[in-house]
Nanobody
Framework: VQLQAFGGGLVRPGGSLRLSCAAS????????IGWFRQAPGKGREGVAC????????YYTDFAKDRFTISRDNAKNTVYLQMNSLKPEDTAVYYC??????????????????WGRGTLVTVSS
């Protein structure tokens, strides 16, 4: 299984970014994709999760009204659309995946496969 996350960058407060995670190597769609982030000096925290086959989603409280996780089936790519970004959203963002059936997985330890992080900086 391979994951590639990209799309980070510098954005002003209130702006938007869309992160992408290309996943390959799963034999079926019975897996979960999670987005996590790690800010400087802090631990890794969950952002959102998608159970790919079921289409079920989960958002951490801070992400609920601003972020959207979705998938382009044809491209096997999961997106994290981030709107109304705040300086406190500055972090390295990671995508992760694991075979979970139709289950949502919210903890980092739930995931075996990780992509390289992509840095999101929210600053004026």
């Amino acid at each position: 299984v391979q994951l590639q996350a990209f799309g980070g960058g510098l954005v002003r407060p209130g702006g938007s970014l869309r992160l992408s995670c290309a996943a390959s190597g799963f034999e079926s769609d019975y897996y979960a994709i999670g987005w996590f982030r790690q800010a400087p000096g802090k631990g890794r925290e969950g952002v959102a999760c998608l159970a790919v086959n079921a289409g079920r989603t989960y958002y951490t409280d801070f992400a609920k009204d601003r972020f959207t996780i979705s998938r382009d089936n044809a491209k096997n790519t999961v997106y994290l659309q981030m709107n109304s970004l705040k300086p406190e959203d500055t972090a390295v963002y990671y995508c992760a995946a694991d075979a979970k059936g139709d289950k949502i997985a919210t903890l980092a330890l739930d995931y075996h496969y990780w992509g390289r992080g992509t840095l999101v900086t929210v600053s004026s």
